[in-house]
C-alpha cells in the first residue's frame, strides 16, 4: 500500500488550505483513512479520519468546526480541507490507511500501518 499527500503550504493565520492523499495497493473495500499531524519526535496527534464503506468519520477536538475530512471512493484519495488555520496548526501533516481499525480508537496513530511521506503546512 502506498500513499501520496499532496496540498501542503504556507497560509495566513484565518487561511485555508486542503490536503490530499492518493492511495495504492489496498485489496480490500474495508478500510480506514486518516490525517495525523507531527507533535514532537515519534508522537502524531490524530485529526481526523473516515472509514468509507459507511463515511463514518471521527474528528480531534483541537479541529472539529474548522477541519473536514472527505473521500473519493473511485480513485481512493481522501481530503483534509483545513479552514481558519492558525500558527498552531504550523506541522508536519501525514496520510494513514489501515484495513484494521478497532472501532473508538480511530484517532490512535498505534492503529495504522501504512504512512505517507508527509506535507508541510505553516502558518504565519
Known amino acids: 500500500v502506498q500513499l501520496v499527500e499532496s496540498g501542503g503550504g504556507s497560509v495566513a493565520a484565518g487561511g485555508s488550505l486542503t490536503l490530499s492523499c492518493g492511495m495504492s495497493?489496498?485489496?480490500?473495500?474495508?478500510?480506514?483513512m486518516g490525517w495525523f499531524r507531527q507533535v514532537d519526535g515519534n508522537n502524531y496527534e490524530g485529526l481526523a479520519t473516515i472509514r468509507p464503506r459507511n463515511e463514518r468519520t471521527a474528528y480531534a477536538d483541537s479541529v472539529k468546526g474548522r477541519f473536514t475530512i472527505t473521500h473519493n471512493k473511485d480513485n481512493y484519495t481522501v481530503y483534509l480541507s483545513m479552514n481558519n488555520l492558525q500558527p498552531e496548526d504550523t506541522a508536519m501533516y501525514y496520510c494513514a490507511a489501515d484495513s484494521v481499525i478497532l472501532p473508538g480508537r480511530e484517532l490512535e496513530d498505534s492503529q495504522y500501518t501504512y504512512w505517507g511521506q508527509g506535507t508541510q503546512v505553516t502558518v504565519s
Open positions: 495497493g489496498i485489496t480490500t473495500k474495508s478500510y480506514c
